[in-house]
T-cell receptor
């Protein structure tokens, strides 16, 4: 099984809503990532979890709150978002967290629209 | 900090023609370099990676890339383009100073003409 599964695929929310994006992998990977991708742009790193601990936070606003309940699951909790937060949110994993993260396995993404 | 620069935001080739997508890197230490592909409405998929074992790297779907230290380049090539190669291609570098961090280039959209 070499898949990273993200749910939901599409999400529309208002600025006062609270919602969550979910990501799951069963490859035994110990590093998991959240990326944000705007149209026609490269993915931008948001958070990295290594061995279920937050190791990198790229100065992401607090309205985005990551959570890693266990080594297979990664959540991104969303609250009080702005329309400019509309984007494709990609989850990825890699075998081990290291100086050379290397091969990332990506999910298909959750496309978020904030009204 | 390490970085990659992709030359050309859009490349168009005819089916059967050579594909050449350009990537230059900036690094003070030997880098790990990657090419990822993104098809419409999908996540990214690794095409190939350079980890200093061999300068010519072969990947999936007939793609290959050559690491040239003297030119600080890692260009992606494919001898004969196929319609299914139409996608966005990202060059990426693994940052030396931080754990688990990949820096992506701005991307090149590849179009294939029939």
């Amino acid at each position: 099984d070499t898949e990273v599964t993200q749910t939901p695929k599409h999400l529309v929310m208002g600025m006062t809503n609270k919602k969550s994006l979910k990501c799951e992998q069963h490859m035994g990977h110990r590093a998991m990532y959240w990326y944000k991708q705007k149209a026609k742009k490269p993915p931008e790193l948001m958070f990295v979890y290594s061995y279920e601990k937050l190791s990198i936070n790229e100065s992401v606003p607090s309205r985005f709150s990551p959570e890693c309940p266990n080594s297979s699951l990664l959540n991104l909790h969303l609250h009080a978002l702005q329309p400019e937060d509309s984007a494709l949110y990609l989850c990825a994993s890699s075998a081990v967290p290291s100086r050379f993260a290397g091969e990332l396995f990506f999910g298909e993404g959750s496309r978020l629209t904030v009204l | 900090a390490q970085s990659v620069t992709q030359l050309g935001s859009h490349v168009s080739v005819s089916e059967g023609a050579l594909v050449l997508l350009r990537c230059n890197y900036s690094s003070s230490v030997p880098p790990y370099l990657f090419w990822y592909v993104q098809y419409p409405n999908q996540g990214l998929q690794l095409l190939l990676k350079y980890t200093s074992a061999a300068t010519l790297v072969k990947g999936i779907n007939g793609f290959e890339a050559e690491f040239k230290k003297s030119e600080t380049s890692f260009h992606l090539t494919k001898p004969s383009a196929h319609m299914s190669d139409a996608a966005e291609y990202f060059c990426a570098v693994s940052e030396y100073s931080s754990a688990s961090k990949i820096i992506f280039g701005s991307g090149t959209r590849l179009s294939i003409r029939p």
